[in-house]
């Protein structure tokens, strides 16, 4: 089932989402939901607050990357109370858009090597070091599980000068090809 993406302005992209048990309910039908919201979204990335629920689930499908970078050929992955924990290596800035943000893209500076902890779909513990694309994907969407949003790391003057569009956002003037939920 589609789901609509909550867009800048909700509550809900702002809060600190909290960690989930293997008995939460239907976790496995939110995983296959939110990878199909992503897809129709044209994402490689969704969190779970972006559909309005403040848990610790972000799933990435990089698989359609693959014709330029074969190392993502079927990657499609869901990632349970994952947070980074560490984040090293080189900076480098790289546009970055985002479902919660139509219409906005802007370069992001981020580390091109991070440390992450996450569960899988069958609730394994992983433990592993990230590199490239795959890094910046996931330090953008685990941040959603911080309440945070990639507009956080821009200058003061590229948040200025965005400042018109954002509030077309806020005031639910944005057109997009996904379903969405606006500010009411």
């Given at each position: 089932?589609?789901l609509?993406?909550y867009?800048?302005?909700?509550?809900?992209?702002?809060?600190?989402?909290?960690d989930?048990?293997?008995?939460?309910?239907n976790?496995?039908?939110?995983?296959?939901?939110?990878?199909?919201?992503?897809?129709?979204?044209?994402?490689?990335?969704?969190?779970?607050?972006?559909?309005?629920?403040?848990?610790?689930?972000?799933?990435?499908?990089?698989?359609?990357?693959?014709?330029?970078?074969?190392?993502?050929?079927?990657?499609h992955?869901?990632?349970?109370?994952?947070h980074?924990?560490?984040?090293?290596?080189?900076?480098?800035?790289?546009?970055?858009?985002?479902?919660?943000?139509?219409?906005?893209?802007?370069?992001?500076?981020?580390?091109?090597?991070?440390?992450?902890?996450?569960?899988?779909?069958?609730?394994?513990?992983?433990?592993?070091?990230?590199?490239?694309?795959?890094?910046?994907?996931?330090?953008?969407e685990?941040?959603?599980?911080?309440?945070?949003?990639?507009?956080?790391?821009?200058?003061?003057?590229?948040?200025?000068?965005?400042?018109?569009?954002?509030?077309?956002?806020?005031?639910?003037?944005?057109?997009?090809?996904?379903?969405?939920?606006p500010?009411?």
């Open positions: 089932m589609i609509p993406v867009v800048y302005g909700q509550p809900v992209l702002r809060k600190v989402a909290e989930i048990t293997p008995d939460y309910p976790l496995n039908t939110l995983i296959e939901n939110m990878f199909e919201t992503m897809d129709k979204a044209d994402g490689v990335g969704l969190a779970a607050p972006q559909i309005g629920l403040s848990i610790r689930v972000v799933v990435i499908d990089l698989d359609v990357l693959s014709d330029d970078r074969p190392e993502y050929k079927g990657f992955k869901a990632y349970i109370n994952a980074v924990l560490e984040a090293d290596g080189q900076e480098e800035s790289i546009e970055e858009g985002c479902l919660s943000l139509p219409g906005i893209h802007e370069s992001v500076n981020r580390m091109n090597r991070i440390r992450v902890k996450y569960m899988d779909e069958n609730f394994v513990e992983h433990d592993e070091y990230v590199e490239g694309y795959l890094a910046r994907v996931m330090q953008h685990f941040e959603h599980l911080d309440g945070k949003l990639f507009i956080d790391h821009l200058s003061p003057l590229r948040k200025q000068m965005i400042k018109g569009k954002l509030n077309a956002l806020l005031k639910g003037k944005t057109r997009c090809s996904y379903k969405i939920r500010i009411k």
